[in-house]
């Protein structure tokens, strides 16, 4: 298919250690630490699938599943399942291991909205994604109630910042 891109074109690896300034004071990854990760491996593979530049339009919930440890290895992957006209559903997986005993838990997943933009700051178009194997194709297939979802959640989000708005409780 022209102007369409398979998902491992755009799939992403990232890897660091977890070091102490990385920690909360119970010994693991600080939560926000892991979501920057999250939100920067998601945009490498959004830019990688479009070819432009891309802002984040919405996280789904961060599920952490397992402590990641000082010393550990964290490991993200990400990689595009579903594209509408301008925006990116982005995958990411994040695994720890510890590099002496060599255990790997899955510690995070989460899906993130991208949308790619041109030179003036307009949403332009991308390519469509292919999936290729059981699990790509599952998760393009299920992208769409996942956007329904993420429809409804925004639509949530602006009734109660209109209720709140910007002026101060007392």
């Not at 602006?158 to 409780?169: C, D, H, N, Q, Y």
């Amino acid at each position: 298919m022209e102007n369409s891109k398979c998902c491992r074109e755009s799939f992403v690896v990232k890897t660091s250690i977890v070091l102490p300034p990385d920690t909360n004071t119970y010994g693991t990854m600080f939560g926000g630490k892991l979501m920057a990760y999250i939100d920067e491996i998601a945009a490498m593979a959004a830019m990688r699938h479009a070819r432009k530049p891309v802002v984040t339009a919405s996280t789904d919930s961060i599920d952490f599943l397992h402590p990641i440890y000082e010393g550990n290895a964290v490991c993200l992957e990400a990689f595009v399942t579903y594209t509408g006209r301008t925006s990116m559903e982005v995958f990411v997986k994040v695994i720890a291991e510890d590099l002496i005993t060599g255990d790997r838990n899955v510690c995070a997943l989460s899906f993130l909205t991208l949308v790619a933009v041109d030179e003036n700051g307009n949403p332009s178009p991308v390519p469509q994604v292919i999936p290729e194997t059981e699990e790509e194709k599952s998760l393009f297939e299920t992208a769409k109630e996942r956007a329904e979802i993420r429809k409804k959640r925004k639509i949530e989000s602006e009734i109660v910042a209109s209720r709140f708005g910007t002026k101060l409780p007392w």
